[in-house]
């Protein structure tokens, strides 16, 4: 299936989806059907709820009347009834071509399209409908909904927020909706817009840790570093279990060089998800930092086994085999932190003077020349961080 909503989609909004499939899912009921004993034989089936007779039944029919449109309407829907949406499509799609009047088969069609994953289908589909709707209709908001969710889906948040806003309007007690309209806000970068959805969430729910966090990565990216740390604060303390809640809040403190309190947010990010590779990292940076080698050591070779495409464990792992006086162990972890993070100063500045130490003057003063072209690099934002942190986890349950 393709990508629908990412990792930290509302839950709320599966019931929200829900509701409006099972709202328009039944168009194809009420057609005038052929008066022939299988198509009578076909309806009285699915009636009974059995669905996959029914199906045998209706593709009978399809075979003897392969020009009358209401054998594919009534199969595509028994296909989305099993939750066969991209079977579903194609049903639909020879319907509408051979009844484009039928009543609730278009809306069918883009339901099918939104649960298959076919975004970009449902959007124009739902946007066609929208035309010819009243705008303040019901089915009208229903559809302004669907297309908000579809935008969002696809990731095409500038898109998606003007019809999340005004599905928001048109219910103002959904916080499934304010939430995605916050996570829209913040993929687009409109910081503002996430601020002031966070003060209608916290109407609706003054104890939401997924909208505080949302408020904190705002407030990191407008360089609010203070009311960031102290969303995230909030979040941890609304519930202690988020995901990414005390990584971001971690993250945070580490940015601010406030090391030991960070130290015990990746500690708790840990109990929560044992296999975070970004948490082990960033402790372990932690207790590097505050002259704790022997905690960092375990937690490096564990970061690096989990998720040997991070950059900053090679880094520190070469750190503390040069401390150690293990030199050859140490170039060959700056230099696998160099590939994979050709343009981090400290990685060339730390591998130049690890080769000046063992006498390799020329290749010392290769990495040397590269860190003149290099800046030491602004940490990124929460934001970056936890999305990392949340593509690393995909990637290993894929």
Same mark, same amino acid.
């Given at each position: 299936? =393709?990508?629908?909503?990412?990792?930290?989609?509302?839950?709320?909004?599966?019931? +929200?989806?829900?509701?409006?499939?099972?709202?328009?899912?039944?168009?194809?009921?009420?057609?005038?059907?052929?008066?022939?004993?299988?198509?009578?034989?076909? +309806?009285?089936?699915?009636?009974?709820?059995?669905? %996959?007779?029914?199906?045998?039944?209706?593709?009978? +029919?399809?075979?003897?009347?392969?020009?009358?449109?209401?054998?594919?309407?009534?199969?595509?829907?028994?296909?989305?009834?099993?939750?066969?949406?991209?079977?579903?499509?194609?049903?639909?799609?020879?319907?509408?071509?051979?009844?484009?009047?039928?009543?609730?088969?278009?809306?069918?069609?883009?339901?099918?399209?939104?649960?298959?994953?076919?975004?970009?289908?449902?959007?124009?589909?739902?946007?066609?409908?929208? =035309? /010819?709707?009243?705008?303040?209709?019901?089915?009208?908001?229903?559809?302004?909904?669907?297309?908000?969710?579809?935008?969002?889906?696809?990731?095409?948040?500038?898109?998606?927020?003007?019809?999340?806003?005004?599905?928001?309007?048109?219910?103002?007690?959904?916080?499934?909706?304010?939430?995605?309209?916050?996570?829209?806000?913040?993929? /687009?970068?409109?910081?503002?817009?996430?601020?002031?959805?966070?003060?209608? %969430?916290?109407?609706?729910?003054?104890?939401?840790?997924?909208?505080?966090?949302?408020?904190?990565?705002?407030?990191?990216?407008?360089?609010?570093?203070?009311?960031?740390?102290?969303?995230?604060?909030?979040?941890?303390?609304?519930?202690?279990?988020?995901?990414?809640?005390?990584?971001?809040?971690?993250?945070?403190?580490?940015?601010?060089?406030?090391?030991?309190?960070?130290?015990?947010?990746?500690?708790?990010?840990?109990?929560?998800?044992?296999?975070?590779?970004?948490?082990?990292?960033?402790?372990?940076?932690?207790?590097?930092?505050?002259?704790?080698?022997?905690?960092?050591?375990?937690?490096?070779?564990?970061?690096?086994?989990?998720?040997?495409?991070?950059?900053?464990?090679?880094?520190?792992?070469? %750190?503390?085999?040069?401390?150690?006086?293990?030199?050859?162990?140490?170039?060959?972890?700056?230099?696998?932190?160099?590939?994979?993070?050709?343009?981090?100063?400290?990685?060339?500045?730390?591998?130049?003077?690890?080769?000046?130490?063992?006498?390799?003057?020329?290749?010392?003063?290769?990495?040397?020349?590269?860190?003149?072209?290099?800046?030491?690099?602004?940490?990124?934002?929460?934001?970056?961080?936890?999305?990392?942190?949340?593509?690393?986890?995909?990637?290993?349950?894929?």
């Amino acid at each position: 299936m =393709k990508r629908m909503f990412s990792a930290r989609t509302p839950l709320a909004l599966t019931a +929200v989806i829900y509701y409006l499939l099972q709202v328009s899912a039944a168009g194809v009921f009420g057609q005038k059907l052929s008066t022939a004993d299988p198509t009578q034989t076909a +309806v009285a089936l699915e009636q009974q709820g059995r669905i %996959i007779e029914a199906e045998a039944v209706w593709k009978t +029919v399809m075979k003897l009347h392969p020009k009358i449109s209401d054998s594919y309407a009534h199969i595509g829907f028994l296909e989305a009834r099993q939750e066969h949406y991209t079977e579903a499509v194609p049903y639909y799609r020879k319907a509408l071509a051979l009844n484009p009047a039928m009543p609730g088969l278009r809306m069918n069609l883009g339901l099918a399209f939104f649960k298959a994953g076919q975004l970009k289908d449902a959007v124009s589909t739902f946007a066609l409908l929208l =035309k /010819s709707e009243p705008p303040a209709s019901p089915e009208a908001q229903r559809l302004t909904t669907l297309i908000g969710l579809a935008n969002y889906g696809l990731g095409e948040y500038d898109r998606a927020i003007p019809y999340l806003r005004k599905a928001a309007g048109y219910d103002p007690q959904s916080l499934p909706l304010r939430l995605a309209l916050a996570h829209s806000c913040l993929g /687009s970068k409109q910081y503002q817009c996430v601020l002031d959805t966070y003060k209608e %969430i916290l109407i609706l729910n003054a104890e939401s840790a997924e909208a505080d966090m949302l408020a904190g990565e705002a407030m990191d990216a407008m360089q609010d570093h203070a009311g960031a740390i102290q969303q995230f604060r909030s979040a941890v303390k609304a519930n202690p279990n988020e995901p990414n809640a005390h990584f971001g809040l971690g993250y945070l403190l580490w940015t601010q060089n406030q090391y030991p309190e960070a130290a015990q947010e990746f500690e708790a990010e840990l109990t929560n998800d044992p296999d975070s590779a970004q948490a082990m990292a960033y402790l372990a940076d932690s207790e590097i930092r505050m002259s704790q080698p022997d905690k960092a050591l375990p937690l490096l070779q564990n970061a690096t086994r989990i998720s040997p495409a991070m950059e900053l464990p090679h880094l520190d792992l070469g %750190i503390l085999h040069a401390d150690a006086g293990h030199r050859e162990e140490a170039l060959a972890e700056f230099n696998i932190a160099a590939k994979l993070s050709p343009d981090d100063f400290a990685v060339h500045y730390r591998l130049a003077r690890l080769l000046k130490s063992m006498g390799r003057q020329q290749s010392a003063a290769v990495e040397f020349e590269k860190t003149n072209s290099l800046h030491q690099t602004a940490s990124k934002s929460v934001r970056d961080q936890i999305r990392a942190k949340i593509a690393t986890e995909a990637s290993k349950s894929q």
